[in-house]
T-cell receptor, first 111, second 111 residues
Framework: GEDVEQSLFLSVREGDSSVINCTYT??????LYWYKQEPGAGLQLLTY?????DMKQDQRLTVLLNKKDKHLSLRIADTQTGDSAIYFC???????????FGKGTRLHILP | NAGVTQTPKFRILKIGQSMTLQCTQD?????MYWYRQDPGMGLKLIYY???????DKGEVPNGYNVSRSTTEDFPLRLELAAPSQTSVYFC??????????FGQGTRLTVV
């Protein structure tokens, strides 16, 4: 069945790069997403990548996709205190299919 | 733009009571979703809809019902509330390109 796995916690020093990793099981996944959730708030779409891409960059965010290994990563350059949140990886087969979420990685920023 | 709007933001229900969680979107999206989020468990799909008049079960539909009479609205109904339904509920809608936007959530406690 479909499954999305990610580590639950990550601690990073302010100013360093954060790399959050995710693996998924469904090789037919077409859309792969990263969402950010701040305390008490909803989910904010950070970025997404199509399965026919291997990299996408948007300002401080870089998404890398290794389709062979079904591995997705989110790199946040120059991590700031405002980046402290839970980051969810998610996948979907196509645009009218359900979106499956991982359990989220809580990013903690050290001073 | 309002985006995806959920009401109420908070609610306390007694066991056996019923209620409807409202969700409306003003982006003319066909695809809409209801998720529940339990601590440390990520998001689980309850129901989804690919357009007015069409709904489908997700991973955890038991105890819930939905309807989709218009493109804008996708209410979620709890008929006989149980403590296991204590959770944060998120509604989402999705563009044709696959981007999914979430509401701010409804925090429900069943006592």
């Amino acid at each position: 069945g479909e499954d999305v796995e990610q580590s639950l916690f990550l601690s990073v020093r302010e100013g360093d790069s954060s790399v959050i990793n995710c693996t998924y099981t469904d090789s037919s996944s077409t859309y792969l997403y990263w969402y950010k959730q701040e305390p008490g708030a909803g989910l904010q779409l950070l970025t997404y990548i199509f399965s026919n891409m291997d990299m996408k960059q948007d300002q401080r965010l870089t998404v890398l996709l290794n389709k062979k290994d079904k591995h997705l990563s989110l790199r946040i350059a120059d991590t700031q205190t405002g980046d402290s949140a839970i980051y969810f990886c998610a996948e979907s087969k196509n645009r009218d299919d359900k979106i499956i979420f991982g359990k989220g990685t809580r990013l903690h920023i050290l001073p | 733009n309002a985006g995806v709007t959920q009401t109420p933001k908070f609610r306390i229900l007694k066991i056996g009571q019923s209620m409807t969680l409202q969700c409306t979107q003003d982006m003319n999206h066909n695809y809409m979703y209801w998720y529940r989020q339990d601590p440390g468990m990520g998001l689980k799909l309850i129901y989804y809809s690919v357009g007015a008049g069409i709904t489908d079960k997700g991973e955890v539909p038991n105890g819930y019902n939905v309807s989709r009479s218009t493109t804008e609205d996708f209410p979620l109904r709890l008929e006989l509330a149980a403590p296991s339904q204590t959770s944060v509920y998120f509604c989402a809608s999705r563009t044709r390109l696959g981007e999914a936007f979430f509401g701010q959530g409804t925090r429900l406690t069943v006592v």
